[in-house]
């Protein structure tokens, strides 16, 4: 436990510190209000803050239930205050870059006293001005952020596309697939909306149903409340599923190793009995009059920090007979990293992990999100061809729930319907 003290008290300053310079500019806002209304509105600010920061001291050291529906409401709350938080900080550190600029040029001209003078003057006006647009400027992400959360969680978008596959066998010509992604059962806070997406996938009747991993937030538990309703999936091929980087309980602090191992079987057991069939870096085949699709399955494997747990030999051992091998991998960065140099072969691989980040714009062909100075591929097809020319496909959904943040803004949960096809 002492190890993660240092780490908590880094995020517990930088949160401070974003609290101090949003009340800097709280203060100026509120500099011609009486005397009455200040001392209120900083204890509601200072309230709040407090409220927050404790809530993040009880999380970090697991003293909140890991699936605790307080505990995801809290958390989204204090994900939109500290976001909102943070547009204001722009503005205050703008207006402070201004007027230290303003000090520095009026002393190299050795006009001291008489640009002070002036310069306090001009600093009281436009810092009042651009305090109060930093104010508004937090309170529209977070207008926006709470609507994300009403309207945008549970927002359900039909995608399909089309992937050209040359080599695809003739019984499977207009074969469709179905793909979710990063369900994040412990977060969910309204069953009755998440019925009705899984209505939405089941009346698009899709051939095959493949979820590319994060069942859960942390433990298996948290599926207690919808197993029931994400049974229901049915497929005439079946369905099939990977384990994503939140499945393996490496978020649960202060456990031991034997008691997350004991996790990750019971999670494996909940695959089953939703009659998903997890595929643990192994393979299997899809087999219409005689002809062949190979589904690979491998377990996380990401670059920076998150864990590789995969064995992508060794899942893809054994498909070399089949003409077209589609590989579910959680995260997308596998693809450039691992898939694309070594296992030239693989025609698709579907991914998840980066959820857009649920915050974004996407108009028409134009996408846009914070995600992506992370992550090259980040959500929706990518295509490259290898070094026999081959085309290969990386579709990365944007998932179907939600984490952290309870919402959805621009970047809208997701599934995916998959059409192969041989025709150009």
């Not at 995020?11 to 200040?38: C, N």
């Not at 870059?97 to 002036?118: D, G, I, Q």
């Not at 062909?365 to 496909?393: C, E, H, I, M």
Request: include cysteine; hydrophobic fraction near 45%.
């Amino acid at each position: 436990m002492t190890y993660l003290i240092p780490r908590f008290l880094t995020i517990l300053l930088s949160l401070l510190l974003i609290d101090y310079i949003t009340f800097r500019a709280l203060k100026v806002a509120l500099r011609d209000a009486t005397a009455f209304k200040r001392k209120w509105w900083f204890r509601v600010y200072w309230i709040i803050s407090a409220f927050c920061l404790l809530s993040v001291g009880l999380y970090f050291f697991g003293i909140f239930k890991d699936m605790s529906p307080l505990r995801v409401w809290v958390q989204g709350f204090v994900s939109v205050v500290y976001v909102s938080k943070i547009f204001v900080v722009f503005f205050v550190l703008f207006e402070d870059l201004v007027f230290y600029m303003r000090k520095v040029f009026a002393f190299f001209r050795s006009k001291l006293v008489k640009n002070a003078e002036s310069s306090k003057g001009i600093k009281i006006t436009r810092a009042k001005f651009i305090y109060q647009a930093g104010l508004i400027a937090g309170a529209i992400p977070m207008a926006a952020l709470s609507w994300g959360i009403i309207s945008g969680a549970h927002d359900y978008q039909i995608r399909r596309r089309k992937i050209y596959l040359p080599h695809l066998p003739k019984s499977f010509e207009g074969f469709t697939i179905a793909q979710i992604s990063d369900i994040h059962s412990g977060s969910f806070y309204n069953k009755t909306a998440v019925k009705g997406g899984v209505e939405m996938l089941l009346a698009e009747k899709p051939n095959l149903i493949l979820f590319t991993g994060d069942l859960v937030n942390n433990h298996p538990d948290e599926m207690k409340e919808y197993v029931s309703v994400f049974d229901k999936f049915k497929a005439d091929f079946g369905i099939f599923s990977v384990m994503g980087n939140h499945d393996y309980g490496d978020y649960i602090f202060g456990i031991s190793a034997a008691e997350r191992h004991l996790l990750r079987k019971k999670l494996h057991q909940v695959h089953k009995v939703m009659n998903w069939r997890l595929l643990l870096d192994e393979n299997i085949f899809i087999e219409q009059n005689g002809e062949k699709l190979a589904i690979i399955g491998v377990q996380n494997w990401g670059t920076g920090n998150f864990p590789k747990y995969g064995n992508l030999a060794k899942a893809y051992q054994g498909t070399e007979e089949a003409s077209v091998k589609i590989l579910l991998s959680h995260d997308p960065s596998h693809w450039d990293a691992q898939i694309r140099p070594e296992f030239p072969n693989i025609d698709l691989t579907l991914s998840g992990h980066t959820h857009g980040m649920q915050l974004g714009i996407e108009y028409g062909d134009f996408r846009w999100s914070p995600v992506q100075y992370r992550y090259k591929q980040w959500a929706d097809l990518y295509t490259a061809k290898n070094t026999f020319g081959k085309t290969q496909y990386l579709y990365v959904n944007r998932g179907f729930g939600y984490i952290g943040y309870l919402g959805r803004v621009g970047i809208l949960p997701e599934i995916t319907i998959f059409t192969l096809t041989a025709k150009a």
